[in-house]
Nanobody, 119 residues
Framework: QVQPVESGGGVVQAGGSLRLSCATS????????MAWYRQAPGKQRELVAT???????NYAASVKGRFTISTHNTENTVYLQMNSLKPEDTAVYYC?????????????WGQGTQVTVSS
């Protein structure tokens, strides 16, 4: 099963930290890229952080310096370390793995994990 499974969400006070995990059965470095998205109530899903198979990372301006995307290859897991959390970080966070299948790029999404930051 390729579908990623997120975990690690919860309720935290502003200024606190959480680490999200995204586990999958495939070798994550066989993917083209790994990414975290989030969707707050009433808003569109937005990109938070990405990592390519070569290790290059990119972050949304709103989380740069506070969030870090990383991987653990032997565990086939992608992490999102979130520090200095703000109430506006409250959202459902989704993991997305992008890979090439029969010549096309496809995306495997997880079900999401809720992060709530209280003020």
């Amino acid at each position: 099963q390729v579908q990623p499974v997120e975990s690690g969400g919860g309720v935290v006070q502003a200024g606190g930290s959480l680490r999200l995990s995204c586990a999958t059965s495939i070798n994550i470095f066989s993917t083209n890229s790994m990414a975290w998205y989030r969707q707050a109530p009433g808003k569109q899903r937005e990109l938070v952080a990405t990592m390519t198979s070569s290790g290059s990372t990119n972050y949304a301006a709103s989380v740069k310096g506070r969030f870090t995307i990383s991987t653990h290859n032997t565990e086939n897991t992608v992490y999102l370390q979130m520090n200095s959390l703000k109430p506006e970080d409250t959202a459902v966070y989704y993991c997305r793995l992008s890979r090439t299948f029969m010549g096309d790029e496809i995306h495997d999404w997880g079900q999401g994990t809720q992060v709530t930051v209280s003020s």
